[in-house]
């Protein structure tokens, strides 16, 4: 990097890699990132994206991490131009369920009754929560990024090993790639399609939350574009819109929203969720005396869990040393099963 020896180097450009490097750089630290791809063709630009950890309970650290996060973007829908603002939606199933644990960290839930619940569906609860655009929020983290100082290296990773030796302190946040750079096999690919179309007028969110869930259906509207989803393929990587499965998408979200028929279709977009099941969190050494720190295994929930992940990890590296916040657990999860991604 121009202007200073570095001091971190962070493996990846998606949510979680850009918003560690933010709270690195942020705090001081010369902070780079190198990243197979740019943040825009990372598997976040393809989230929809609504705040909620989707855990199967509540577990310590994930909660926290969710709880920074909620906060975080609360602050961020008060800035112009970061692509976060505040929307109201339903989670509805066609099987009795209660709200997932975490939802108490909102403070507007309440249970869906009457016409809240379309036909055939016999549970649901209405919330507002963060909902973020994520090709104009990325853009925004990038930005932020450089103002601190960063600097992105679009350079393809072979290995962390490799990455390893560049600085003192490397933070691994490279998502499914994990699975190949590490290794780790405990990481799988969870394949999430979507289809943008523009927006007829919706502004509500709106998730199906019927177990069990091969696919999954979801809308959620921005100003002027819908995010419509949308697919759980487990150890499927590939990239490849298809069309079969943008039908089905079109065809089910049009069942709950009619005016998604008459919609011009904007994209076609997938990505690959980093499931894994526990969210990997912890430092290692490295030969030569650096320090290599993991922050992958987010599933879908990447956006919700980025900013406290990324402010753990940087109070370690600011405070007592390596592995100074200990290796952490998100508990028990529902990693790529989610509405984050397609």
């Known amino acids: 990097m121009d202007g200073c020896e570095i001091d971190v180097l ?34 976040s630009a393809v989230a929809g994206a609504v705040w909620g950890p989707v855990m199967a309970g509540p577990a310590g650290p994930c909660r926290e991490w969710a ?6 973007l609360r602050e961020l829908e008060k800035i112009p131009g970061t692509g976060v603002r505040s929307a109201t939606g339903r989670e509805l199933s066609r099987e009795p369920e209660v709200p997932p644990g975490w939802i108490n960290l909102l403070d507007d839930v309440r249970l869906c009754h ?20 994520m090709p104009v929020y990325l853009e925004y983290l990038r930005t932020r990024f450089a103002d601190a ?29 994990a699975r190949h750079l590490v290794p780790d096999p405990a990481v799988r690919p969870v394949r999430g399609q979507i289809v943008v179309i ?7 969110f709106y998730i199906d939350h019927s177990p069990p869930a091969p696919g999954v259906i979801y809308l959620f509207p921005h100003e002027d574009a819908v995010v419509l989803g949308g697919t759980v393929g487990w150890d499927d990587g590939d990239t490849i819109a298809r069309p079969e499965t943008a039908q089905r998408i079109l065809r089910d979200c049009a069942a709950v929203e009619p005016r998604v028929r008459s919609a011009e279709v904007l994209a076609h977009r997938v990505g690959l969720r980093p499931s894994r099941p526990e969210v990997r969190l912890e430092a290692e050494p490295v030969d030569g005396g650096g320090v290599l720190w993991h922050n992958y295994g987010h599933g ?35 990693a790529g099963q989610d509405k984050h991604v397609g």
């Open 10 to 43: 962070v493996a990846g450009a998606g949510v979680i890699g850009l918003t560690t490097a933010i709270c690195l750089a942020e705090s001081g630290l010369c902070t780079g990132i190198r990243t197979a791809a740019p943040p825009e063709a990372t598997t």
């Open 300 to 334: 879908g929930a990447g956006v919700t869990l980025s900013w406290g992940c990324a402010r753990e990890i940087t109070a370690a590296v600011l405070g007592a040393g390596p592995g100074s916040a200990g290796p952490r657990d998100a508990g028990p999860g529902r």
């Open 114 to 133: 009457g016409d809240d619940l379309p036909p055939g569906f016999v549970s649901g609860w209405r919330y507002t929560a963060p909902l973020v655009r």
């Open 149 to 177: 100082g960063g600097q992105i290296d679009v350079n393809p990773i072979t290995s962390i090993t490799e990455v390893a030796r560049e600085a003192p302190v490397v933070i691994n946040c490279t998502g499914v790639a």
């Open 198 to 204: 523009a927006n007829p007028g919706i502004e509500e």
């Open 67 to 72: 709880r920074t996060g909620l906060q975080a």
